[in-house]
């Protein structure tokens, strides 16, 4: 199974299909384009303790609890809490490794454009499918 390398280059790949499909891409789109493929080229990686983005996902969470809780947004404290803690449980290759997770995690990107759902999913199975690790 490919590293974290194997899985960027497949979602560059992606990346590069999406911008030959797409002629009229301003600067921002291109740039938003580039970084989403990037972070759901790794995503179902998250639960993976050792995993570059396991890892910056947490140091971000707990980044994000120490900011909440100085600016007295307790609420959203305990959702970065939450969040956290369900990292902390799920077990690696398990639900965010499935093409239901890559849905519901694409989802919310149709508010951006289908194309930025598509690139999203894309890149989400891109990764399951080089793990070999394809289930629903």
């Known amino acids: 199974m490919p590293g974290y390398r194997g899985h960027l280059f497949l979602g560059y790949l992606l990346f590069i299909l999406f911008v030959f499909l797409i002629h009229d891409l301003d600067i921002l789109n291109f740039i938003s384009l580039f970084v989403l493929v990037s972070i759901f080229s790794l995503l179902p990686d998250i639960d993976a303790n050792n995993s570059k983005i396991g890892i910056f996902f947490r140091v971000l969470l707990i980044f994000l609890i120490i900011i909440s809780l100085i600016s007295h947004f307790f609420t959203l404290s305990l959702i970065f809490c939450f969040l ?41 199975s891109g990764h399951l499918v080089l793990d070999r690790h394809l289930k629903w």
């Open 84 to 124: 956290l803690l369900i990292l902390s449980f799920v077990r690696h290759r398990g639900f965010f490794h499935t093409l239901r997770s890559g849905i519901i995690l694409s989802l919310p990107l149709f508010y951006f454009g289908l194309i930025f759902f598509l690139a999203g999913f894309l890149s989400y």
